[in-house]
């Protein structure tokens, strides 16, 4: 179904992510559902084999990678959600809701579990002190040691991370964690410093036992018109996080990418400002945000990553329009280096999976260096 023009080379994403000319564009994804990468390579996805296949397949440089353990969230919960201070479980989690739809690529109705909107796990300190943690020794980064040995040699595994107000507020519950936030501010604080110190400690263990060639920061921190809370609060807790993240992968040599969905135009300086090297994905459908004037605010301090749209052009668009808009992006962007292409997002089931091939065949075609559009 795609037909890879060359071979897979980390070299290549370190290149664009460092604001210099590649050989050609990368491309770039957090996730890509099952289903999508099964219609690529042509069966089911069950061996970390078959996932590398389809990352080597689909054009990648990397295989993006979550260290079991942390399992206090949507990704690999495994909690009861029965009363506060949960005892993490085994088997299938059961954070949040099912719902119905929406449809996949397939014509499948798929299922979406929601993380829970009010009131979670932690309202209280006590619930905090009941909490059942992950500890050091739950953090397991086998998995990173069982892929390296599968992938091409010039590939590298990337490591993704939940962390800090995302996670905070799936374990508080939305509306808990914007009340506690204004009403109890210092357990607001112990949960961001816990959350965001396991991630320091995880790190600290991946990054000194494996291989991993870049790190992904998993944060949501806007709505389409902006950041979810007033930005003075991002700085007082949060960012500091951040910035020793940062510190920690680059005293690593590891570079640090955050993918934080939203409008963050009022954001984009911190970002920087804290260390890191790019930002995913600049979701075209931000009220602000427009990837060309981000472009110049930043001047090469900041690779983007992303910017195809999701909600119509990947979901409901032609092939020729997705070619279009890669074409268009490319052209406007890449120049120079410090655009890496990627969906407006992630690709979910219900992307038609003959505009997420055209998306990597218009890179493939359109992305090589110089560009000349």
């Known amino acids: ?40 390579i042509g069966r089911e996805i069950a061996t970390p084999q078959d996932d590398v296949e389809f990352w080597v397949t689909a054009g990648y440089d990397y295989v993006p990678l979550m260290p079991r353990g942390l399992d206090f969230s949507w990704v690999s919960g495994y909690y009861d959600t029965e009363g506060a201070g949960a005892q993490r479980q085994t088997g299938e989690s059961e954070w949040g809701h099912l719902k119905e739809g929406p449809y996949s690529s397939t014509g499948e109705l798929s299922d979406i579990r929601w993380a829970e909107e009010q009131k979670g796990f932690i309202s209280t300190s006590e619930e905090f ?14 998995q990173f040691s069982e892929v390296r040995d599968i992938m091409p040699k010039n590939m590298k595994a990337i490591c993704l991370m939940e962390t800090g107000h995302t996670v905070s507020w799936y374990l508080m519950g939305l509306e808990t964690y914007m009340l506690t936030l204004k009403h109890d501010p210092e357990l607001y604080r112990k949960v961001m410093d816990k959350v965001c110190g396991l991630t320091y400690l995880a790190l600290d263990k991946g990054l000194s036992q494996e291989d991993i060639g870049a790190v992904v920061l998993l944060d949501d921190l806007g709505y389409k018109t902006g950041p ?27 570079p ?30 931000a009220a602000v945000m427009r990837i060309d004037d981000v472009r110049k605010q930043v001047d090469g301090r900041l690779c983007l990553i992303g910017n195809i749209d999701l909600e119509y052009t990947l979901t409901q668009g032609s092939r020729d329009e997705v070619e279009a808009l890669v074409k268009a992006r490319i052209k406007t962007i890449a120049p120079g280096g410090g655009y890496i292409l990627s969906s407006g997002n992630s690709i979910p089931a219900y992307v038609r999976v003959e505009n997420y091939v055209a998306m990597i065949e218009a890179c493939f075609k359109y992305g090589r260096y110089p560009i000349s559009l």
Not at 129 to 142: E, H
Not at 260 to 282: M, Y
Request: proline share 8%.
């Open 1 to 40: 179904m795609i037909t890879r023009p060359d071979e897979p080379a980390f070299s290549r994403f370190t290149t664009a992510l460092n604001c210099r000319e590649p050989d050609r564009v990368p491309l770039f994804e957090v996730l890509v559902d099952n289903k999508i990468k099964a219609q690529i």
């Open 129 to 142: 002190d009941d909490f059942v943690w992950p500890t050091y020794d739950d953090i397991d980064f086998s």
């Open 228 to 254: 979810m809370v007033n930005p003075a609060c991002y700085r007082e807790y949060l960012f500091p996080w951040f910035k020793k993240l940062n510190d920690l992968c680059r005293s690593k040599g590891v």
């Open 256 to 285: 640090c990418i955050l993918h934080s969905c939203g409008d963050q135009s009022r954001l984009i300086e911190d970002f920087v400002e804290v260390g890191f090297k790019g930002l995913h994905p600049i979701m075209p459908s």
